[in-house]
């Protein structure tokens, strides 16, 4: 399942801090000590550890988290009764999920990808029935196919009632559901959007947090205008829960509770 690359680049990470703490350059340089050219540098991915060290603690970021990045790739997962789906859209690309009791064949799909021919094929080929759309949130690339899903095989949608959408049931942060043998709970991780949320899923051979755009392998979702209260939902609904956690992001690859508490720039220094 882990073959993406991360979603974001080390110039991202930069960039969605400084955004997010509403640094303008001259602010950001005067308080790291940098020049002009250096931090051009950092943005460009050509700058050594010690501009790192400066910069980091400007951003909130960790600093040694930060340096690594580059190489930083998170270890590949696989889990029996979770399929992981990527589709483009526009110049990048989105995650879908779908998971299932083995026993019932009863299945929950998370977000929708950008292509549910492919979601289609394999609940086919699984002989798998679906029963559940639980949605992240609404923007587009992720709610794209919900209509055509929910035709075809006459499941249930959900989302959050902080962000309703026309063919989804709301729900209240905290709500639970069952498919099968499976168990979800969910959690409020809004911030990147209003109504972000994660599902905690349960019943497979290891706890799984299906997290939106909340958080990324080495990085975390945009949240220019809440900024501190996407890093603290994060940080208190998903980096809490036990290393072996596998989380699933709207983006990029696979990763673990574990290996983001290590390598995430975002939040190393707060496990540290």
Not at 42 to 58: M, N, T
Not at 82 to 89: G, K, Q, R, V, W
Not at 149 to 175: H, M, N, S
């Amino acid at each position: 399942m882990n073959t993406l690359p991360l979603e974001d680049n080390v110039d991202d990470v930069l960039g969605k801090a400084q955004r997010g703490l509403k640094l303008d350059d001259q602010a950001l340089l005067s308080a790291s000590g940098l020049s002009e050219s250096q931090w051009e540098g950092l943005l460009a991915g050509k700058g050594d550890a010690a501009l790192y060290e400066k910069v980091a603690p400007v951003l909130e970021l960790d600093a040694a988290a930060l340096k690594g990045y580059a190489k930083y790739a998170p270890r590949p997962v696989t889990l029996p009764g979770l399929l992981a789906f990527n589709t483009p859209f526009d110049d990048m690309t989105v995650n879908a999920y779908l998971a299932w009791d083995a026993e019932t064949k009863e299945a929950v799909l998370f977000d929708t990808s950008t292509d549910a021919t492919v979601i289609l094929e394999a609940l086919e080929r699984e002989g798998l029935n679906l029963r559940l759309v639980l949605l992240t949130h609404t923007h587009g690339d992720h709610i794209l196919e919900l209509d055509r899903i929910v035709e075809r095989t006459g499941a249930d949608a959900y989302v959050c009632e902080k962000e309703p959408l026309e063919g989804a049931q709301p729900f209240e942060a905290g709500d639970s559901f069952q498919c099968g043998s499976l168990k979800i709970a969910s959690r409020q991780t809004s911030g990147h959007s209003p109504g972000g949320i994660t599902y905690l899923l349960k019943g497979l051979s290891r706890p799984v947090a299906v997290v939106g755009d909340a958080l990324f392998a080495g990085s975390m979702g945009g949240a220019p205008n809440a900024w501190n209260h996407a890093r603290e939902s994060s940080c208190r609904e998903i980096l809490t829960l036990p290393e072996e956690t596998v989380i699933c992001p709207g983006h990029g690859p696979l990763t673990t509770v574990g290996e983001e508490r290590l390598h995430n720039p975002f939040f190393a220094a707060r496990f540290a």
